[in-house]
T-cell receptor, first 113, second 118 residues
Framework: KQEVTQIPAALSVPEGENLVLNCSFT??????LQWFRQDPGKGLTSLLL?????REQTSGRLNASLDKSSGRSTLYIAASQPGDSATYLCAVRPLLRYSTLTFGKGTMLLVSP | GAVVSQHPSRVICKSGTSVKIECRSLDFQATTMFWYRQFPKQSLMLMAT?????????EQGVEKDKFLINHASLTLSTLTVTSAHPEDSSFYIC??????????????FGPGTRLTVL
């Protein structure tokens, strides 16, 4: 059974810092990996999706990497802003065609002004 | 991007009543829809998967008679929590997948429904 772990569980940084969120998964047979953002009491916003054949994806200040063989992904946030404060979830999709995502518990990020 | 809506966004009900939550894909046809629940400070846990026109597949430990799922069309799925109890209070999130060829289909998530059972 696939298990997804995110470290750290919570992170507090001052505005402007670069930071890295970590995600690891136990079964490397994945179709893709996705990073989401969730604001309190809200649904999920997809940030980046990395196909299993890719090594990284970038969107603005966000960069996600994937090392499938070692079961790891990182989300790099450059020049953090207070508006980045949210919970960041990592999810993997298995190879099975109609299967759904397995989520980690998330990293709660607080960026202080 | 594709949009998934949920209604209602928040519901408070008395113990023993039934609550229906709607999930709609607004600008695409969803061959598959998923229902998740999320407890405070926990991750999303899959409850069931439904394909249009067929019965939902429930995850282990999820009572199908308590959580009724109807995927009536390619744009609508409903989750009915029957005879709700306080322990059913949670954040319910639906997700829809378009089912494009080659597996290049992203899951889109609704905004969630906060259910509070008194």
């Amino acid at each position: 059974k696939q298990e997804v772990t995110q470290i750290p569980a919570a992170l507090s940084v001052p505005e402007g810092e670069n930071l890295v969120l970590n995600c690891s998964f136990t079964d490397s047979a994945i179709y893709n990996l996705q990073w989401f953002r969730q604001d309190p009491g809200k649904g999920l916003t997809s940030l980046l999706l990395i196909q299993s054949s890719q090594r990284e994806q970038t969107s603005g200040r966000l960069n996600a990497s994937l090392d499938k063989s070692s079961g790891r992904s990182t989300l790099y946030i450059a020049a953090s802003q207070p508006g980045d404060s949210a919970t960041y979830l990592c999810a993997v999709r298995p190879l099975l065609r109609y299967s759904t995502l397995t989520f980690g518990k998330g990293t709660m990020l607080l960026v202080s002004p | 991007g594709a949009v998934v809506s949920q209604h209602p966004s928040r519901v408070i009900c008395k113990s023993g009543t039934s609550v229906k939550i709607e999930c709609r894909s607004l600008d695409f046809q969803a061959t598959t829809m998923f229902w998740y629940r999320q407890f405070p400070k926990q991750s999303l846990m899959l409850m069931a998967t439904s394909n249009e026109g067929s019965k939902a597949t429930y995850e282990q430990g999820v009572e199908k008679d308590k959580f009724l799922i109807n995927h009536a069309s390619l744009t609508l799925s409903t989750l009915t929590v029957t005879s709700a109890h306080p322990e059913d209070s949670s954040f319910y999130i639906c997700s829809a997948r378009q089912g494009l060829a080659g597996g290049a289909d992203t899951q889109y998530f609704g905004p969630g429904t906060r259910l509070t059972v008194l």
